[in-house]
């Protein structure tokens, strides 16, 4: 089965500080992995999916992950926060029948 | 762009009540799911469909039924609401095309939050 696990269901930054977000996953086959963000009374949108076409994947907003099968990681980063950027951000595999696993979810705070 | 509604934001039901959640998707999918969303439990899959009259039990199906006599519509049921029920329900579609499942982007409605009392 595949799963995937967020290190950290809290984060918080300083506006203009590195976002790291962790999602570690596991898969017996090639994974498919996808950051979808919930901002505060919102349903859940794409901000990037690897698709096995480049390892580092940029997204919306400023966002980028990289894959990296060494590691089992797809960690979710952004240069500089934004007080914009708080929300709450999900790590989800997608199984070949289109299922999506999701992690329990990191919310992240940016202070002023 | 994509988009998915639920029928309502908030609802509060009482204990034994049948209760229906209604999603409707204005992308002509192929597939939609239902979620419920807990704190600290990330989403849970309740149900899927991958066409009109289809369904899937998903991760956690008991005490959940679903209709989708619609392409654009898939109905979530509590046949008889009880407290543990009480959460944020979270509908999704997406399109397949072929070959192409694993990759397929889930686009969301808003979610329903539902108190059952």
């Known amino acids: 089965a595949q799963s995937v696990t967020q290190l950290g269901s809290h984060v918080s930054v300083s506006e203009g500080a590195l976002v790291l977000l962790r999602c570690n996953y596991s898969s017996s086959v090639p994974p498919y992995l996808f950051w979808y963000v919930q901002y505060p009374n919102q349903g859940l949108q794409l901000l990037l999916k690897?698709?096995?076409?480049?390892?580092l994947v940029k997204g919306i907003n400023g966002f980028e992950a990289e894959f990296k099968k060494s590691e089992t990681s797809f960690h979710l980063t952004k240069p500089s926060a934004h007080m914009s950027d708080a929300a709450e951000y999900f790590c989800a595999v997608n199984t070949n029948a289109g299922k999506s696993t999701f992690g329990d979810g990191t919310t992240l705070t940016v202070k002023p | 762009d994509v988009k998915v509604t639920q029928s309502s934001r908030y609802l509060v039901k009482r204990t034994g009540e049948k209760v229906f959640l209604e999603c409707v998707q204005d992308m002509d999918h192929e597939n939609m799911f239902w979620y419920r969303q807990d704190p600290g439990l990330g989403l849970r899959l309740i149900y899927f469909?991958?066409?009109?009259?289809?369904?899937e039990k998903g991760d956690i199906p008991e005490g959940y039924s679903v209709s989708r006599e619609k392409k654009e519509r898939f109905s979530l049921i509590l046949e008889s609401a009880s407290t543990n029920q009480t959460s944020m329900y979270l509908c999704?579609?997406?399109?397949?095309?072929?070959?192409?499942?694993?990759?397929?982007?889930?686009?969301f409605g808003p979610g329903t939050r539902l108190t059952v009392l």
């Open positions: 690897y698709t096995s076409a480049a390892t």
């Open positions: 469909s991958y066409d009109v009259k289809m369904k």
């Open positions: 999704a579609s997406s399109h397949s095309g072929p070959g192409t499942l694993h990759l397929d982007t889930q686009y």
